[in-house]
């Protein structure tokens, strides 16, 4: 661990102790904030991929099933499926549940609703994404069940532990389209699994998101887990303040 890092994660966990000691909000304000989060997580994910709806025409899309004229139907449906799919990890955070293999596919299906015919399934192709050639079709299934076994170590931080699984997640890149929303919603199920807030990696956290997984892609022939460590440390802190100051 990096002396940035070690300095970061003591400090975030300096806040969440903070916050654990704070007097709960209120339910109305609780349900404002996670609406508002819920919105703003879905509205970013999907921005990051290139979806042309603004926050507010996903908030219409959502609250009032509306079709925004002029955008793409694909779009309208990417944000819907985002919302159950993140609704989905929501409760796999909320219960604890294991990320294994059948909640990610699980997560994938639910999120990809207008790929029904493979969404939900590893693809069967190889593929290269911005310059990378992920994990061979053919290793995909034992890669993905290395990742689901592995356990974080004791000497290790929590955070730490999302920030590599997440990576390792999209360096296999098992689907053939979606892996980034889904490793996105498995960060925060994982989170709020080991007491730490949801995060949103929004559009501005954009290039430094991709420069950190391209980072661990070890095209420079050494693969950095730091990088996305500290920005995730960096995203739980910004979640923490935000929840620190309602």
Known sequence: ??????????????????????????????????????????????????????????????????????????????????????????????????????????????????????????????????????????????KMLQLVESKPKEDHHPIEYVAFFHLRLEKIHPFGDGNGRVGRLIVNAQLEQFGYPAVIITVEDKQRYYEALEAYDGLTGNPQVVPFQLLLAELVERQLDELLAL
Do not use: C, W
Not at 13 to 33: I, N
Not at 64 to 89: C, I, M, Q
Not at 108 to 136: F, K, W
């Open 1 to 142: 661990m990096s002396d940035e890092l070690d300095v970061l994660l003591r400090r975030v966990d300096k806040k969440k102790a903070e916050l654990g000691l704070k007097v709960p909000l209120a339910p109305d304000a609780e349900e404002a904030y996670r609406e508002r989060f819920l919105f703003e997580n879905i509205y970013h994910s999907n921005a990051i991929e290139g979806n042309s709806l603004t926050l507010e025409e996903v908030k219409r899309v959502l609250e009032n099933d509306e079709v925004v004229a002029g955008k793409p139907l694909s779009d309208h449906l990417s944000v819907v499926g985002y919302r159950d799919a993140t609704l989905l990890a929501q409760r796999y955070g909320n219960d604890g549940v294991r990320i294994t293999e059948h909640e990610i596919k699980k997560l994938h299906y639910q999120m990809l609703i207008d790929q029904q015919q493979t969404s939900g399934e590893y693809r069967n192709y190889n593929l290269m994404i911005r310059g990378h050639r992920p994990t061979s079709y053919e290793k995909v299934p034992y």
